[in-house]
């Protein structure tokens, strides 16, 4: 089981990471539209409805992967003084009454949308020029498959702290800077640190 939800896991980093390269792409294209709008005097009228798609991806498809991190936005001022079986309770309970029916309603709803916009071959109607958006909308079904997935492996981790009383692990993302394998690595001892000290605190005195 466990190997399963972290299996999980690491599809949802990995559709987080792959789609976190749309920051990049983002930037681009505005430092490419400012520069030919004020530089070039050629502005593009399709550049504002695709930085909003972009960006829009970007955040639906980061849903999955924030939620692999615990990294949603949560009440901690009194959820982190709870033991874990209170905590997984809390959880199990807001997941069941709230988010697997609004991210059903999601993907639901969405595969309609998305269905529907490419049947008309659907463009954005704001400007002339404007880009398709049955690519955006198909979006919609997909993010809420992987966030419905990822909610999936959260209820289960909730059922088995109930049980067991402590949070199964989780697949790790970033890691923490461990500072004693660290000087370990570039030979490092205390004692050439405390040295080092004692010579650059008197050059940033300021008495």
Excluded: N
């Excluded at 599809?11 to 030919?36: P, Y």
């Excluded at 954005?124 to 690519?135: D, F, R, W």
């Amino acid at each position: 089981m466990q190997k399963l939800l972290l299996t999980i896991d690491k599809v949802s980093t990995f559709v987080g990471q792959f789609f976190s390269w749309l920051i990049v792409a983002l930037t681009l294209l505005i430092s490419w539209e400012v520069f030919s709008r004020y530089v070039l005097d050629r502005p593009h009228s399709w550049a504002f409805d695709v930085m909003i798609i972009m960006y829009g991806t970007l955040f639906m498809m980061a849903g999955a992967y924030t939620l692999a991190k615990a990294g949603h936005v949560r009440g901690d001022v009194l959820y982190g003084f709870f033991q874990p079986r209170t905590q997984a309770t809390i959880d199990l309970i807001l997941y069941v009454i709230f988010f697997i029916p609004g991210v059903f309603a999601l993907t639901y709803a969405g595969y309609f949308y998305a269905a529907e916009s490419w049947a008309i071959r659907e463009s954005s109607t704001i400007t002339a020029e404007g880009p398709p958006l049955y690519p955006f909308k198909t979006m919609l079904p997909l993010a809420g498959a992987f966030l419905f997935a990822q909610g999936i492996v959260e209820i289960i981790r909730c059922v088995i702290c109930i049980r067991q009383g402590q949070w199964p692990s989780r697949a790790e993302d970033v890691e923490e800077v461990d500072v004693d394998k660290l000087k370990q690595m570039v030979h490092v001892k205390d004692e050439d640190i405390a040295r080092l000290d004692t010579l650059v605190a008197p050059h940033g005195s300021t008495k």
